[in-house]
Structures are given as C-alpha cells and as structure tokens.
C-alpha cells in the first residue's frame, strides 16, 4: 500500500532554471511532510518540511507547498545549481511517533 | 558532531548465510528506524524503536528478519539465511523526540548488502 507516491521518476532542468518535485499522498491523517536528497553512496540528507497547518514553508532556494484538499505538496528549488543533482524524496508522518512513509523518488538532474 | 554511523559499509556474503548490520545513532536521540532501499526502488521501513517502547516491526518482509537495540544506543540488524532478494542498501536513522513530531530523521551512509 503505496501512501506517499513521485510519479515523475526523473527531470531535467537548466541550470538557473526552477525545478518543480511534486509528491501525491493518500493518508489524509498525514501531519507532517519532509522532503529529503540523496547522492550515490550517501545517506539522505533533510531539505525541509512543512506541517498540515501550513500551506508554504520557505528555506533559501528551497520552497515546499502543501494542498491538503489536494493530498499534494511540490518542492521548488530556484535557482537549480549543479550541485541540485540528486535523487529527492518526500516522506510524510501522522501526528504521533512513528514511521515515516517515503515515496520511490525522483531523480534530478541539472544541465549547464 | 558526530552522525549515525553504520557498519559495514559494504557486506558480501552468500546466500544462506547470516548476516549482522550495525548502527551508532546520534546520541542522544532516543528514535532509531531502519529502512532498506532495494535497486531502483524508494526507501523501505523496516523496524522502529523509540526509548523503552515495544518496537514497530510492522515492516520487517520475514521472520528471517530481526533486529535489538541495547541500551538505548547501538542497533543491530540480523537477517538470517539470506536470499538474493535481500540484496539492497540498508539505512538507519534517528531522530530526537524532544524536537516534536516533525523532526527530521538524520541518516547514515548506509550498508550496501550483496547476495551472492
């Protein structure tokens, strides 16, 4: 049962360029959203997150939005740089200690 | 300081042998997960500890799979008769409670698991 879903396994984008990640879920008691990168041989790293009572939470080039009407949040990184060029994850949580549920990622990558 | 550390970072072994995977989390974080992320998939939860609570293993895939945390600190990962289809990146994380529900789950690098 697949609750967080990337549906768009890859992009690519222009350096300079807005990248635009988007992350569908179906668990209407998710609470809290995260969005993680991952480069090969590493483990993932925290972008940023937002809670269900937001619906934007802004952190230098990094933009996250939630619908929750939609169960939908996007991660906008503007402007992409080189070093963007990953695998990103969104994962989401219910408000209680517990697993966090991860989408199958989307691989970026930044062109010059 | 220091992250969660992970050993090995890399494990061959042949199938139907065991296998024991470490991880050192932050101290003081009282949250550990592991989760596996299989070739070209997403990331897989396994199993959830957190303080003294009985822990989620909803996610183990078999009863080949098990894992302990003693203390409070240092996990282990022991899958049993391994199969091909165990071969993945097993990750573990943790996590501070005292920073609310949203924290963030801190990784390590990772033990790349071969099933020859």
């Known amino acids: 049962d697949q609750q967080v879903k990337q549906n768009s396994p890859s992009l690519s984008v222009q350096e300079g360029r807005i990248s635009i990640l988007n992350c569908d879920y179906t668990?209407?008691?998710?609470?809290?959203f995260l969005w993680y990168k991952k480069y090969p041989a590493e483990g993932p790293t925290f972008l940023i997150s937002?809670?269900?009572?937001?619906d934007k939470n802004e952190d230098g080039r990094f933009t996250v939005f939630l619908n929750k009407s939609a169960k939908h949040l996007s991660l906008h990184i503007v402007p992409s740089q080189p070093g963007d060029s990953a695998v990103y994850f969104c994962?989401?949580?219910?408000?209680?200690?517990?697993?966090?549920?991860f989408g199958a990622g989307t691989q970026v990558v930044v062109t010059p | 300081g220091a992250g969660v550390s992970q050993s090995p970072s890399n494990k061959v072994t042949e199938k139907g042998k065991d296998v024991e995977l470490r991880c050192d989390p932050i101290?003081?974080?009282?949250?550990l997960y592991w989760y596996r992320q299989s070739l070209g998939q997403g990331l897989e939860f396994l199993i959830y500890?957190?303080?003294?609570?009985?822990?989620?293993k909803s996610g183990l895939p078999s009863d080949r799979f098990s894992a302990e945390r003693t203390g409070g600190s240092v996990s282990t990962l022991t899958i049993q008769r391994t199969q091909q289809e165990d071969s993945a990146v097993y990750l573990c994380?943790?996590?501070?409670?005292?920073?609310?529900?949203?924290?963030?789950?801190?990784f390590g690098n990772g033990t790349r698991l071969t099933v020859t």
């Open positions: 994380a943790s996590s501070s409670p005292a920073q609310g529900a949203g924290s963030p789950l801190h």
């Open positions: 668990n209407s008691m998710f609470d809290y």
């Open positions: 937002i809670s269900s009572i937001k």
């Open positions: 994962a989401a949580r219910t408000d209680s200690w517990g697993k966090f549920q």
């Open positions: 101290s003081g974080h009282t949250a």
């Open positions: 500890f957190q303080g003294n609570s009985a822990p989620d």
